[in-house]
Every structure is written in structure tokens, then in C-alpha cells.
């Protein structure tokens, strides 16, 4: 199978970093990234270009540039305005936009085209075109051209809804729907079949972002609603759609997406890689769907990544409490290690060890290979006398690192820091 150059475009959002986590060690890609603002695709992507806003006019020639630069094959755009900007044009550029019909990516990017175009459902919200029409309230109100529950407002009177109204752009007037809400991740492949369908909760929301979701079974009124979906619009590749109960306990529908969901991360656990699918079906390969149902919870966090604004060429590494707790390896520790290594860096085990350091080692179950050196200093002997060159050094214990930083004028990190860098 040959490799495929994929570009994740924005690649800074939730969605774009998951699908590069997704597709990361994926022996078939090369994995590209881009992104209209500096955030954290810059540092995650290797490969990684900044472009306009698809608003400014020097987009397009920009756009088409790096995709022949980079000779991409596959675009997985993060965004639905992003996704419905690209979908007409990418026909021209002559690469695959997953997920890309121009007709589809249109109808999901609106809310109102899209309660439009599956209107006579019964799992259509109904809407209101003005308060006149409102009989039982509360009522939500929410802008058309949404996201992550930004600008969604529920107003309990007519004084409240006009308030609303003149702050929302574009508002539409909905239903409340005060049930439970889920997402259902789905994947329709290049013969037109609806290879998967994944309901899951959202049991807790930020920032529209579900941080904690539960796999659910799929109940036939959930697969009913994705069928329909599936054949009445040209769907190829990772999708999503979002359902809410409303006060008879009927699931109503919220939106529909053409791009992979910011939570489809509770899928990948489970052993469904839907970004990694979408290059396989780009491929035309016939691909079964082989899940873990045991794999039920899943909770998301924020996460920090550290810039080191320091080009080096070695890291020391201390022995005891930093590469080795309690006669163990230290997780931690022998991730970053082994990342230096990826990168291209010298290890070199700098340590003061009272007792027999090839024992120790073994006893942890760590190679003596992983160093390109092994320094074992007498006691007393200062670490700092052992440093060279363009490095970094890693202790737990602050003297240690007191002691290097002033004499030798390089970064040095306590073990919790790891977690921070290279990742």
C-alpha cells in the first residue's frame, strides 16, 4: 500500500488534534497539518504550514499551492464552514476532500437547511418563524451557523425571546428539547453502505466539547434516524449527527456534521480509527468494523504542552527517583526517553548510584542500550563537572539541578516536567 499524504486542515482544534493522534503512527500516512491562527497544531504537526483565512482573498492560491507543494491525496477539513467552503472547489485542485459533496456540506452547515431538507420527519424539530406562533414556552433560540452551543439561548417568555433575538445572528426559534442529548458517530464507505453507527452520551460538556461520554447501545430508533440520514444525503466517510429527547422522550434532531465529531476520540478507544478509515476508503478498500464493547467510558482533559525555546543535542538523565522509583521504571521518564531517542537525541545516564547500577538496571528492567553513555560518578562528585555541549538535564533533586543550571547555563527539569515536553 503506498503512503498517503494527508493534510488536516485547521489542524489546531479539538478535531484536527484528535484526527493527528489518530492517524500519527499509521504506517500508510504522512501526516500533514494548517491552520489560519497560531495554536496548537503548530506544535503538533510535524509537517506544519499556517494559511489565510478562507474569508481573505489570497486563500485560494495559498490553498492550492501547499496542496501541490506537499502533493497531497486526502483532505480532512475540521470545520463545517471550512468543509462548505472547500467541497465546490476542490474538484479543481484536483485532490479528495472526505466527506466533500458540495450539496451535503452546504445542508449541514445550516441548521435551518437542514431541518429544511429532512422536514415531514418525525425526529424534525419543529421551528417557529416568529413568537406569534408560540404556544407553550419555554423556547430555544439559536444561531443558525452555530457551534459548540455558542449564542444557544433558552428563553422561558415572550420578553426573553425578543432580547435573544436581537443578540443571536441569524437566530432560529426551536422546540425545547429538555431530554437527554447524544452524539452518533457514523461512517458510510465508498460503495454507499453505512459501515458504522456509534451513539454515545454526553454526560459532561465544555465548551460544547464532551469530557466525559459513555458508548450506549444502538437502539433501532437511533439506526432508523442514520439511515435515513445515510440515503438522503451523499455521505462518504466519517460523519456525526446530534439528537436530544423532547418532552415525550422522542429523540429530535439537533445538527448534522460531514466531518469527524471533537469526541470521536470514545470511538478510536474502542478500536474504531474513523480518520484512519476515511484514508482506507479513499483508497477504495473494503474495510469491516471491529469494535470493543467493553470499552464503554471515556474522559477527556486538558492537556499542556511546553515550548523549549533551546536547540540541544544531549539529555542527562538521573538515575534514582527520576528514571527509577522504588526499584521501577518510571513510565514517565522512559516515555520522554524514548521520545529523545525519536528525535534524533543523545541519552546519557548521569547518576551517583550507591549500590550496583548494571543490577539496578536489570532489577528495572531497562536496557543499558537505551544510553549512548553511562557516566557513574564517585560520591561528591558534582554532576555538572560531567556536562558538554548543547544538553539538557533532568533530576528530581533540586540541589542537582541548581548546581547544573549555574554551572553549566543549560535547561534543567524536575521529573514532573516531563509530561510537559516532546510529547
Not at 423556547?139 to 452551543?149: A, E, I, M, T, Y
Not at 435573544?164 to 426559534?173: D, E, G, T
Not at 439506526?223 to 446530534?242: C, D, V, Y
Not at 471491529?290 to 499542556?304: F, K, Y
Amino acid at each position: 500500500m503506498k503512503h498517503v499524504n494527508v493534510l488536516v486542515f485547521p489542524c489546531g482544534s479539538e478535531v484536527g488534534l484528535e484526527i493527528g493522534r489518530a492517524l500519527a503512527r499509521s504506517i500508510h500516512v504522512d501526516l500533514h497539518g494548517a491552520s489560519s491562527r497560531d495554536d496548537h497544531g503548530r506544535l503538533a504537526f510535524a509537517r506544519y504550514a499556517e494559511l489565510p483565512n478562507i474569508g481573505e482573498t489570497q486563500f485560494d492560491a495559498c490553498f492550492a499551492e501547499l496542496l501541490a507543494r506537499w502533493k497531497i491525496d486526502l483532505v480532512l477539513a475540521t470545520h463545517d464552514s471550512v468543509m462548505a467552503y472547500l467541497a465546490p472547489r476542490m474538484a479543481a485542485w484536483g485532490v479528495y476532500l472526505v466527506n466533500g459533496d458540495p450539496q451535503s456540506t452546504q445542508v449541514a452547515r445550516s441548521k435551518a437547511a437542514t431541518y429544511a431538507f429532512f422536514a415531514g420527519e418525525s425526529w424534525s424539530p419543529r421551528l417557529f418563524a416568529e413568537l406569534d406562533e408560540i404556544e407553550q414556552w419555554p423556547v430555544l433560540l439559536k444561531p443558525d451557523q452555530g457551534q459548540g452551543g455558542q449564542g444557544v439561548t433558552l428563553a422561558a417568555d415572550r420578553a426573553a425571546a425578543e432580547t435573544a433575538l436581537a443578540m443571536i445572528k441569524q437566530p432560529l426559534i426551536c422546540e425545547y428539547l429538555p431530554g437527554e442529548e447524544l452524539t452518533v458517530d457514523c461512517f458510510s464507505d465508498w460503495r454507499g453502505c453505512l459501515l458504522y453507527i456509534g451513539p454515545r452520551s454526553r454526560e459532561r460538556v465544555v465548551g460544547g466539547i464532551a469530557m466525559r461520554s459513555r458508548r450506549l447501545p444502538l437502539s433501532d430508533e437511533v439506526e432508523s434516524i442514520a439511515a435515513t440520514i445515510h440515503q438522503r444525503l451523499k455521505l462518504r466517510g466519517p460523519w456525526f449527527f446530534q439528537l436530544k429527547r423532547d418532552a415525550v422522550g422522542q429523540y429530535k434532531l439537533l445538527e448534522v456534521s460531514c466531518r469527524l465529531s471533537s469526541s470521536s476520540v470514545v470511538q478510536r478507544a474502542a478500536g474504531v480509527n474513523l480518520p484512519l478509515m476515511a484514508v482506507q476508503d479513499c483508497m477504495e478498500r473494503d474495510q469491516i468494523v471491529l469494535d470493543e464493547p467493553r470499552m464503554t467510558l471515556l474522559e477527556r482533559r486538558l492537556s499542556s504542552h511546553a515550548e523549549l525555546a533551546h536547540d540541544f543535542d544531549t539529555a542527562y538523565l538521573d538515575f534514582d527517583d527520576t528514571l527509577v522509583c522504588d526499584g521501577r521504571a518510571n513510565p514517565q521518564a522512559m516515555r520522554f526517553a524514548y521520545r529523545l531517542l525519536e528525535m534524533g537525541k543523545r541519552l546519557i545516564l548521569l547518576t551517583r548510584h550507591a549500590g550496583n547500577l548494571e543490577a539496578a538496571l536489570a532489577e528495572a528492567r531497562i536496557t543499558a542500550s537505551l544510553f549512548d553513555e553511562i557516566i557513574h560518578l564517585r560520591a561528591g562528585e558534582p554532576k555538572s563537572s560531567a556536562i558538554e555541549g548543547a544538553a539538557i538535564f533532568i533530576d528530581n533533586h533540586f540541589p542537582e539541578r541548581l548546581d547544573v543550571a549555574r554551572n553549566r547555563g543549560i535547561p534543567v527539569f524536575d521529573v514532573d516536567a516531563l509530561e510537559l515536553l516532546f510529547p
